[in-house]
Nanobody, 119 residues
Framework: QVQVVESGGGLVQPGGSLRLSCAASGSSFTFNRYIMGWYRHAPGKERELVAS???????NYADSVKGRFTISRDGAKNTVYLQMNSLKPEDTARYYCNARWVAVRLDVWGQGTLVTVSS
């Protein structure tokens, strides 16, 4: 069974930076089969895709984070990262890691990590 575990959230001032990590693991887990993504859910809002990355390194970003956030993955560590710079109060949310194996329609979600941007 595949699982993903997020880390790296916390409280940061506006303009600051954080790096989120998501470690994936499981029996017979093959990292390259999965598109990895970060989503966020803020109170009163719908969950939204923040960024995703394929095994080939193709990335996709929400317009609201382009130029500020960078997603990357490390196949040797089965880990995906989200570097968040120039953080704004509106980035405050719980951030969730997602592993998606499109061929078998498998979605795996983590428990989330809370990011709070406030002075």
């Amino acid at each position: 069974q595949v699982q993903v575990v997020e880390s790296g959230g916390g409280l940061v001032q506006p303009g600051g930076s954080l790096r989120l990590s998501c470690a994936a693991s499981g029996s017979s887990f093959t990292f390259n089969r999965y598109i990895m993504g970060w989503y966020r859910h803020a109170p009163g809002k719908e969950r939204e895709l923040v960024a995703s990355i394929t095994s080939g390194g193709i990335t996709n970003y929400a317009d609201s984070v382009k130029g500020r956030f960078t997603i990357s993955r490390d196949g040797a560590k089965n880990t995906v990262y989200l570097q968040m710079n120039s953080l704004k109060p509106e980035d405050t949310a719980r951030y969730y890691c997602n592993a998606r194996w499109v061929a078998v329609r498998l979605d795996v979600w983590g428990q989330g990590t809370l990011v709070t941007v406030s002075s």
